[in-house]
Each structure stands twice: as structure tokens, then as C-alpha cells.
């Protein structure tokens, strides 16, 4: 079974600049999460999504993040525009939303450093 | 305000040592608690999921238990190898979109 993808894996921009970070969940699993990691810090859920609907974005940047999941399976993540303290992780995860009690398969993250 | 705490931030043990991490949760209303493992640069991986009825979960040298009476729940690995370095993190979900991480126990196993 293939697992969480995301990409790019690496990304530099400066502030002010936009970015775009994808995912693909694992095939049939309806429910999709970005998380941001700061360094040190364990993830914080920024936004979830239930087939194509969002569940939660309350702690979403709605000034300057925003998410979609039109086709309820791959997802996007942009910042536009960017600001020094977004220098962190971005984490997808998936889990089914049936079964395994929510249990969340991660992806391996974009590691996003903003000048 | 549900927050979720781990202590230590660090840890480090010679091979072969038995070892408690430690996650503390301020709400004990939990659907469940899972506990991660994250390698430098890599994402999360899953280690044990525990249901908010059951008392502990194990797989192979590691054993996760849950006491929400006081709020906390432990992840003992037994016989501790150099393997075993990463972070550990817990993550407490409180329904099915309510999800909190600790911030982590930083693991080093010296050979």
C-alpha cells in the first residue's frame, strides 16, 4: 500500500513570496490533515478535511493560508504571501474514516524556510 | 483549554536500558491516544494507538498505557537500542476532529 505523498520535499522562498505544498492521501482514506511543525514543537492541525468538505480550520491563517480538496482526494496548501515565522514543516496526514478508530499514516513532510 | 504535555524534552540512556517516556493531558473525556515516532527530517510514524476503554496496548518491546483518571499514559521500551533514537511524540484526540500533540521527548540510546 503507498503512503502519504507529499511534495516539494524542500522548499526557500522569501518573505512575501507565495507557496504552494501538495498531497496525495493513501487511496480511500476520506479524511486528509495539514499540520504545521515548528521546530521543537509537536504538529499543529491547521486544517481537516472530510472527503472534499473541511471538518475544522480554526487554526488556519485564513489572511494568508488557504487549503483546498476539490476532487476529495489529492490536496493543496498555499501561502500567499509568506512571513519569516511560517519557516517550518508541513505535514500531511490521511486516515479512514471507518475502522482503525482515525488512526493518522503521515506523510514525510515539506520543510519550508522563508528568508 | 486541552493541552498535552511530555517530560522529559530529552532523554539519554546507554544500550540496553529499559526506558518511560511520559505524556500528560489536562482533559481525561479522550476517544484516544496515539503515540509516534519521528526520525530527523522524516514524518511520523505510528507506533501504538490506544482506545479511550482500553488500559494498554503492545507491540513487540514497546507497551503504551493509558490511565485517563489522572490524565497520563506512558510508552515503556523495553531493552532500548541505538535504533531506537528519534523523537516520540503523543497525540490525544478528543473526538473526530480534536487532535492535540505533545511537543515531544528527544530520545538518544548511546551504544
Known amino acids: 500500500e503507498a503512503g502519504v505523498a507529499q511534495s516539494p520535499r524542500y522548499k526557500i522562498i522569501e518573505k512575501r513570496q507565495s507557496v504552494a505544498f501538495w498531497c496525495n492521501p493513501i487511496s480511500g482514506h476520506a479524511t486528509l490533515y495539514w499540520y504545521q511543525q515548528i521546530l521543537g514543537q509537536g504538529p499543529k492541525l491547521l486544517i481537516q478535511?472530510?472527503?472534499?468538505?473541511?471538518?475544522?480550520d480554526s487554526q488556519l491563517p485564513k489572511d494568508r493560508f488557504s487549503a483546498e480538496r476539490l476532487k476529495g482526494v489529492d490536496s493543496t496548501l498555499k501561502i500567499q504571501p509568506a512571513k519569516l515565522e511560517d519557516s517550518a514543516v508541513y505535514l500531511c496526514?490521511?486516515?479512514?474514516?471507518?475502522?482503525?478508530?482515525?488512526?493518522?499514516?503521515f506523510g514525510p513532510g515539506t520543510r519550508l524556510t522563508v528568508t | 483549554k486541552q493541552e498535552v504535555t511530555q517530560i522529559p524534552a530529552a532523554l539519554s540512556v546507554p544500550e540496553g536500558e529499559n526506558l518511560v517516556l511520559n505524556c500528560s493531558f489536562t482533559?481525561?473525556?479522550?476517544?484516544?491516544l496515539q503515540w509516534f515516532r519521528q526520525d530527523p527530517g522524516k514524518g511520523l510514524t505510528s507506533l501504538l494507538l490506544?482506545?479511550?476503554?482500553?488500559r494498554e496496548q503492545t507491540s513487540g518491546r514497546l507497551n503504551a498505557s493509558l490511565d485517563k483518571s489522572s490524565g497520563r499514559s506512558t510508552l515503556y521500551i523495553a531493552a532500548s537500542q541505538p535504533g531506537d533514537s528519534a523523537t516520540y511524540l503523543c497525540?490525544?484526540?478528543?473526538?473526530?476532529?480534536?487532535?492535540?500533540f505533545g511537543s515531544g521527548t528527544k530520545l538518544n540510546v548511546k551504544p
Open positions: 478535511f472530510q472527503n472534499n468538505g473541511v471538518v475544522d
Open positions: 497525540a490525544v484526540r478528543y473526538n473526530f476532529n480534536k487532535f492535540y
Open positions: 490506544i482506545q479511550s476503554s482500553q
Open positions: 482533559d481525561s473525556a479522550i476517544y484516544n
Open positions: 496526514a490521511s486516515s479512514p474514516t471507518s475502522g482503525s478508530f482515525y488512526e493518522q499514516y
